[in-house]
T-cell receptor, first 116, second 114 residues
Framework: AQKVTQAQTEISVVEKEDVTLDCVYETRDTTYYLFWYKQPPSGELVFLIRRNSFDEQNEISGRYSWNFQKSTSSFNFTITASQVVDSAVYFC?????????????FGTGTQLKVEL | DAGITQSPRHKVTETGTPVTLRCHQTENHRYMYWYRQDPGHGLRLIHYSYGVKDTDKGEVSDGYSVSRSKTEDFLLTLESATSSQTSVYFCAINAGGGLADTQYFGPGTRLTVL
């Protein structure tokens, strides 16, 4: 069975600090995809990024960057120069292909609080 | 905006009553999903659908049933609601259903069972 672990339940930082959210996953599949979603206080789930298992090149998009390491089964997410608007719950998810389309296994989420 | 609506957005009901939640999409996507979100558990898959009248169980399907008679609507029914089903329910759609395809979520329904 697939499993996603987000060991950090809650992180508090002061605005402009960098923060990294950890995600560790377990799967027997050789090809898989990993996702990050953001859930702001308003409650909706917002897709942030998707990465595949055969491309370990790290990616930067504005203040966001992602570090994927297959050797350690980790897919960490870093926010540079955090802002109050980054306060949200962040979920890491792993995709599994079934006969009925893909299914996502989510971690339990990390609550990020960015304070002034 | 992925064109997904959920109704109702909030509902309070009593133990033992039937409840139906509706997910409606305007994008004509084949794949639809129901998740529940609970503190300490993240999101867990209840049921999913890969076409009209084609559905399957997810991780936490006990006590729930689903139906999909039209591409655009996916209904989740609690036949006899229990307090343990108090949760936030999210519907999701997926255009392609492939491993790489992204799931997009509706706004959620907050259900309280007293």
């Amino acid at each position: 069975a697939q499993k996603v672990t987000q060991a950090q339940t809650e992180i508090s930082v002061v605005e402009k600090e960098d923060v990294t959210l950890d995600c560790v996953y377990e799967t027997r599949d050789t090809t898989y995809y990993l996702f990050w979603y953001k859930q702001p206080p308003s409650g909706e789930l917002v897709f942030l990024i998707r990465r595949n298992s055969f491309d370990e090149q790290n990616e930067i998009s504005g203040r966001y960057s992602w570090n994927f390491q297959k050797s350690t089964s980790s897919f960490n997410f870093t926010i540079t120069a955090s802002q109050v608007v980054d306060s949200a719950v962040y979920f890491c998810a792993l995709s599994e292909l079934t006969g009925g389309g893909n299914k996502l296994t989510f971690g339990t989420g990390t609550q990020l609080k960015v304070e002034l | 905006d992925a064109g997904i609506t959920q109704s109702p957005r909030h509902k309070v009901t009593e133990t033992g009553t039937p409840v139906t939640l509706r997910c409606h999409q305007t994008e004509n996507h084949r794949y639809m999903y129901w998740y529940r979100q609970d503190p300490g558990h993240g999101l867990r898959l209840i049921h999913y659908s890969y076409g009209v009248k084609d559905t399957d169980k997810g991780e936490v399907s006990d006590g729930y049933s689903v139906s999909r008679s039209k591409t655009e609507d996916f209904l989740l029914t609690l036949e006899s609601a229990t307090s343990s089903q108090t949760s936030v329910y999210f519907c999701a759609i997926n255009a392609g259903g492939g491993l790489a395809d992204t799931q997009y979520f509706g706004p959620g329904t907050r259900l309280t069972v007293l």
